[in-house]
């Protein structure tokens, strides 16, 4: 069964830096559409970036824009997130997504993702 292991989460202070990664099995990442979610206490799942089954477009949503990167290794099959810059309202759980391989084009909706990680925790004092 597919599997989606997020991993790199810890504790940093605000400027920091992390770099995330998801290790996927039976679910192949440059086969499906990719993405980051995080979720902080007491409030909703959002989108934080998503990569595109070519890899040739990714998304960011504007909180993140311009300090987090999104990539893929698609010889070790792993989703990265690498976050700059962290900010305290960084602070959440990260999920990585996996939309089903028919769909190619990125979506900010979590109902749209079939397979997710168990999550890693970023915490980004001030």
Same mark, same amino acid.
């Given at each position: 069964?597919?599997?989606?292991?997020?991993?790199?989460?810890?504790?940093?202070?605000?400027?920091?830096?992390?770099?995330?990664?998801?290790?996927?099995?039976?679910?192949?990442?440059?086969?499906?559409?990719? #993405?980051?979610?995080?979720?902080?206490? +007491?409030?909703?799942?959002?989108?934080?970036?998503?990569?595109?089954?070519? &890899?040739?477009? !990714?998304?960011?949503?504007?909180?993140?824009?311009?300090?987090?990167?999104?990539?893929?290794?698609?010889?070790?099959?792993?989703?990265?997130?690498?976050?700059?810059?962290?900010?305290?309202?960084?602070?959440?759980?990260?999920?990585? #997504?996996?939309?089903?391989?028919?769909? +190619?084009?990125?979506?900010?909706?979590?109902?749209?993702?079939?397979?997710? &990680?168990?999550? !890693?925790?970023?915490?980004?004092?001030?």
């Amino acid at each position: 069964q597919v599997e989606l292991v997020e991993s790199g989460g810890g504790s940093v202070e605000a400027g920091g830096s992390l770099r995330l990664s998801c290790q996927a099995s039976m679910l192949l990442v440059d086969s499906h559409v990719m #993405a980051w979610f995080r979720q902080a206490p +007491g409030k909703k799942r959002e989108p934080v970036s998503c990569i595109t089954k070519s &890899g040739s477009d !990714t998304e960011y949503s504007d909180a993140v824009k311009g300090r987090f990167t999104i990539s893929r290794d698609n010889t070790n099959n792993t989703l990265y997130l690498q976050m700059n810059s962290l900010k305290p309202e960084d602070t959440a759980t990260y999920y990585c #997504a996996a939309r089903v391989w028919q769909h +190619g084009a990125c979506s900010s909706s979590e109902i749209d993702y079939n397979w997710w &990680g168990q999550g !890693t925790q970023v915490t980004v004092s001030s």
